[in-house]
């Protein structure tokens, strides 16, 4: 499982998607889409050389750059949200053409908050299909299909996988858990974090 993180990724979102996929048993990727030389702590020591700052400052350290994530295969991209951190992914080339892999093979893409409109829109992989994002009308009125609150927290079309927000982002991931791992593991992950899903009601 891939999990790309930029400067200005949305934390909540981006720890809890690696948590929870890590807690089903996932390996997972966490892989910087900033150019090396972007940070100043890049050249300081190889620990720092993949640290992303976060929309609200904390600080990430990739696996590795998304350069490197290239010619591997991959069951799940899930890109988390923030600003400017969507902008950053969407304008990632390696990014895009993982995307775009993962789409021609119909391997499981994720996107919460802005990446849905920021990411997934921009480049055409939710033409046709039915998607939510974070709530504001610079995003929504982006999507062909924009299922708003009423549609659920997470919306599920195909392969691909979109959610709202920070608060909505822990049923997002167990949503994912639940597409790759079934419903038994979704639940054993969720009762180990005092959660119940499917959310009742």
């Known amino acids: 499982m891939l ?36 940070s100043p702590s890049s050249s300081s020591s190889p620990v720092n ?8 400052g904390v600080k990430l350290v990739a696996d590795k750059g998304i350069d490197d994530c290239l010619e591997q295969e991959w069951d799940l991209i899930a890109c988390p949200g923030g600003l400017p951190g969507a902008e950053y992914l969407r304008d990632s080339s390696s990014l895009l053409t993982l995307l775009t892999k993962q789409e021609a093979s119909k391997k499981y893409i994720a996107a919460i908050c802005a990446s849905p409109a920021m990411v997934l829109q921009t480049h055409g992989f939710l033409k046709g299909r039915s998607a939510t994002c974070f709530p504001a009308e610079r995003f929504t009125t982006t999507l062909e299909k924009y299922q708003g609150k009423d549609g659920g927290a997470v919306v599920v079309d195909g392969h691909v996988v979109t959610s709202r927000g920070p608060g909505t982002t822990m049923v997002f991931a167990l949503k994912l858990v639940e597409l790759l791992f079934g419903m038994d593991k979704a639940k054993e992950v969720a009762g180990g974090l005092l959660v119940t899903y499917p959310e009742e009601g």
């Open 3 to 38: 999990v790309p993180v930029a400067d200005g990724s949305e934390e909540i979102e981006s720890v809890t998607i690696i948590d929870v996929l890590v807690r089903a048993g996932a390996t997972v990727t966490v892989a910087s889409v900033m150019p090396s030389s972007a």
């Open 49 to 56: 050389k993949h640290q992303v700052t976060c929309s609200r």
